[in-house]
């Protein structure tokens, strides 16, 4: 797979009509979270998406750094969103964790990743381990791909999808590291 090219026709796609609303709400909370020197990262399907790993996503899951989650928190329902219930999580329910909808775009924050399965595993957001990607002259910060990789791959002993993205980016970081 030629992901630089995939990455491109993304970012395209991205500036279509059919994805407005997406690329809106996405500009608009990185415009705000980037005003108040906020430490944050996409994670999830859309850092994939913009990586050329995948062609879709399923909306905006954002890593916050603890001490700033209190202020992104009151940035998002600044945005009008409504409080969506969380399901049935694999993430320990100690994980700050706050699912939202704005308009008809799921976003998700979290201040760290917690999950047990034989043995307790967390993240925290950590900024030497994120990449940045310019979209309209902004800086959007995204999770570093090994790290994305690990929390697939640790999501995925309790998650199947969790699996099919972990072999995706395994293929992914093969690839680039040539």
Request: with cysteine; hydrophobic share 40%.
């Amino acid at each position: 797979m030629n992901y630089e090219e995939t990455a491109k026709n993304n970012l395209n796609q991205f500036f279509s009509d059919e994805l407005k609303e997406e690329r809106e709400l996405l500009l608009d909370v990185a415009r705000r979270f980037n005003n108040k020197c906020l430490n944050w990262c996409l994670i999830g399907s859309s850092t994939l998406f913009f990586r050329g790993i995948t062609t879709d996503f399923t909306g905006y899951d954002i890593l916050i750094d603890y001490t700033d989650i209190t202020e992104a928190i009151e940035i998002v329902k600044e945005l009008h969103a409504m409080d969506m219930p969380k399901g049935d999580l694999t993430l320990d329910a100690s994980t700050l964790f706050n699912k939202y909808k704005i308009g008809n775009i799921h976003l998700n924050l979290f201040s760290e990743i917690r999950l047990r399965t034989v043995v307790e595993f967390e993240y925290k957001f950590h900024p030497l381990y994120i990449d940045k990607i310019n979209i309209s002259y902004m800086e959007i910060p995204i999770i570093s791909a090994p790290i994305q990789h690990t929390l697939y791959s640790v999501s995925g002993l309790l998650q199947i999808p969790c699996r099919d993205e972990a072999d995706l980016l395994s293929a992914y970081l093969k690839k680039i590291e040539r």
